[in-house]
């Protein structure tokens, strides 16, 4: 996004799970700074972005997409708060619920704030990828 710059959780986040690389000063634009997946446990979709690998769990949920995340922070706030909150109530290690939690939103047409609002499907490969990095870090206790 044009004039976006990462700050605060939302830069820890992305930039910890190594989905997008911050730059300092204004207008910088992430790029992947994602190593080459281990074998066996990503596959390249058709729908992926040229440089974009996604990563899928055994189960068939996109777990990883190796593109520059995009939300604003407001969005990246409320994705992570709704994820938490989600989390708690199902109560356990929130680390075990990250698979869990991505494959509701990813198999549910109901838009959330999880999803800015949207469903999984009619958000672009960096806006999955946000949604992505805000789950992680909610399971981290990042929000």
Partial sequence: ???YRCRSLF????CVT????????GGGHGTSTTPAP??????TSATATPSGTIGTSPGGVTTRIDVPAESTEEQYAQACMA????????????????????KDLQS???????????????????????VI???????????
């Fill in 1 to 3: 996004m044009p004039g």
């Fill in 11 to 14: 830069a820890v986040a992305a």
């Fill in 18 to 25: 190594g989905l997008t690389a911050c730059t300092s000063g």
């Fill in 38 to 43: 281990p074998s066996g446990t990503s596959q």
């Fill in 83 to 102: 994820t938490k909150k989600w989390m708690e109530a199902k109560g356990g290690d929130p680390t075990t619920l990250v698979e869990p939690f991505l």
């Fill in 108 to 130: 549910n047409a109901a838009p959330g704030p999880a999803t800015f609002n949207s469903t999984w499907g009619q958000l672009s490969a960096a806006q999955q990828a946000a």
């Fill in 133 to 143: 990095v805000a789950v992680k870090a909610a399971a981290e206790g990042g929000c």
